[in-house]
């Protein structure tokens, strides 16, 4: 917008701030968090930060950190609608964007647990029947926390142990505690919650509260089986994530001598996608499962029920929110989830550190679900992969180092800026992991101070297993000066394959330099004129 554009839309003239517009001229957390809030409790509306109160423009930084900062603000806020930030240049400036949704369960305070919503040009605080009436209106029911056909009496002996055990609870009062966990409902009756740790078939009582996988060839829509994963949900969790394990498989390479078995998704990430799908799916889709699709360039894993509020897929990072609270905290306890807040944390890192594309997040279905793609494809080659895998059975890398290595082994010189691009840190942190690598005899630096640069160790393919043919030959002929060579016992020596091995002994037989003596698995190899 030019600066008349922006006056005409929203300028004293235009209205200026309404019951959808509020300005604030720059970043206070406290002021931004009441019209946060207001906005929730209403109809929703948009924080203009860098204007002033008539409507003038003074523009705010543009950055990363402003937005963290945003970010947080709303973090501090109790039970937030679902936010997007933006930014609109007016002129040359910039002005960030705050646009907040209505809640539409549940009510919004700010952080010291005022309840304020937006009238006019104001954000007021209710009180009395007011603020009655607000709650009734918006009044959020735990659907996990609701009691089912099923009853405490028949509940399994031994899913009740478990999950006893796994919060430390004692026979004692067992059922008191129950009820505080939201397991168990006044009447005696098991919860939705109860049913899904208690019961060894949920489905009998909660429809679809089961996974399905399938399985596709291709990427079309025929899939070539498909396989239902029932019981409690730490049952469906460990069954279903061992499963996706096995079908995907993993890439054997053999850069050199060693061979790497490169798992093509960390388990820890699968595991973490599929146990965050059971968690906060809506358990009152009862007609939906929760879905797992293994395709040939991914897994898909679909969780019935849209993103909680304030979460957006613009801002899942940043934020949280738990739509089964007792279901997340038992499956914790089990140890078959994250701390609040570090699921997507922990997908995204684990991904990056294993040198993987990142997962996707979306929400198909209008809405109604949510789904994360976990590709099966990896931001260098396989025989990078396998490069760093030997380099960390060498020593501790951290994630961040594995990156600039591989960059650094493809030629590049390292500088300062480089780094910073590729770890996203700033000049400090970048400096830090450079000199680290450098101390560490990965790298060597040239040049001091700014124009440092860093190129990789000369020799380090050769001290981390990248063997040449000739260095492979004469690892073979040392053994033989040992001991007549099979292939069984090359094999273990080096973590060749079978056909590898066999190359190798014909290769050397080939030049005169074994000699093959024997016949089928009595075959031996010695050196060439050896009695």
């Known amino acids: 917008m030019t600066a008349k554009e922006f006056k005409r839309e929203f300028g004293v003239d235009a209205g200026g701030e309404t019951d959808y517009v509020e300005f604030k001229e720059g970043l206070s957390a406290d002021r931004i968090g009441q019209a946060v809030v207001a906005f929730s409790n209403a109809d929703g509306g ?27 603000v709303v973090a501090n806020v109790h039970d937030p609608g679902r936010y997007e930030i933006r930014e609109l240049c007016v002129a040359e400036r910039t002005v960030a964007v705050l646009s907040v949704h209505r809640r539409e369960e549940g009510v919004a305070q700010t952080s010291d647990g005022r309840v304020l919503v937006r009238r006019g040009a104001s954000n007021r605080p209710l ?26 009496a028949e509940a399994d002996a031994g899913r009740l142990n478990e999950l006893a055990r796994a919060w430390g609870w004692s026979r004692e009062g067992l059922e008191d ?4 966990h939201g397991f168990v409902a006044g009447d005696g009756q098991l919860t939705v919650a109860g049913v899904l740790f208690l019961t060894t078939e949920p489905k009998q009582f909660l429809g679809k509260a089961f996974v399905e996988i399938f399985r596709y060839r291709d990427e079309g829509d025929t899939y070539d089986r498909r396989e239902e994963v029932a019981g409690p949900l730490p049952v469906q969790v460990e069954r279903t994530t061992e499963i996706v394990m096995r079908e995907i498989g993993f890439d054997l390479v053999v850069p050199g001598l060693h061979r790497h078995e490169l798992p093509r998704l960390p388990k820890k990430v699968v595991r ?17 499962s929760t879905r797992v699709e293994i395709r040939p360039s991914r897994v898909v894993v679909t969780s019935p029920g849209g993103l909680p509020e304030p979460v957006t897929i613009e801002n899942i990072r940043e934020q949280n929110a738990a739509r089964n609270r007792a279901v997340i905290a038992a499956l914790r306890r089990f140890d078959l989830a994250e701390d609040a807040g570090r699921g997507v944390d922990v997908m995204e890192d684990e991904m990056a550190a294993n040198l993987l594309r990142q997962p996707e997040f979306s929400e198909p279905s209008g809405g109604r679900s ?11 080659t396989r025989e990078e992969r396998a490069w760093v895998h030997e380099l960390e059975q060498q020593g501790d890398l951290k994630p961040k180092d594995r990156l600039l290595l591989v960059v650094a082994k493809r030629g590049e010189r390292l500088t300062n800026a480089k780094a910073r691009e590729l770890l996203g840190v700033d ?9 680290r690598l450098r101390d560490a005899g990965l790298l060597v630096q040239e040049g001091v101070r700014g124009g440092a640069a860093y190129r990789i160790s000369g020799d380090l393919d050769r001290h981390h297993g990248h063997l040449s043919v000739e260095e492979i030959d004469d690892l073979v002929l040392a053994m033989a000066d040992e001991t007549p060579v099979t292939n069984a016992l090359l094999r273990e020596r080096t973590g060749l394959s079978r056909p590898q091995a066999l190359a190798v002994l014909a290769r050397l037989v080939a030049s005169g330099r074994l000699e093959r003596r024997g016949e089928r698995r009595g075959t031996r190899y010695v050196r060439a004129g050896t009695q």
């Open 46 to 72: 948009v924080v203009l930060i860098g204007v002033r109160n008539d409507g003038s423009v003074k523009g705010v930084r543009s950055n990363g950190e402003r937005d963290a900062r945003l970010h947080q």
């Open 127 to 152: 009180v009395g029947r007011a603020m009655s009436e607000l709650v009734a209106a918006r009044s959020l029911r735990s659907f996990e926390r609701t009691g089912t056909e099923a009853r405490l």
């Open 177 to 180: 505690r129950l009820r505080e």
């Open 272 to 288: 973490e996608a599929i146990a965050n799908a059971v968690a906060h799916r809506s358990y009152q889709a009862n007609g939906v």
């Open 370 to 380: 949510v789904a994360v793609s976990l590709w099966l494809e990896a931001t260098v």
């Open 427 to 435: 000049s400090s942190g970048a400096r830090a992991v450079l000199q």
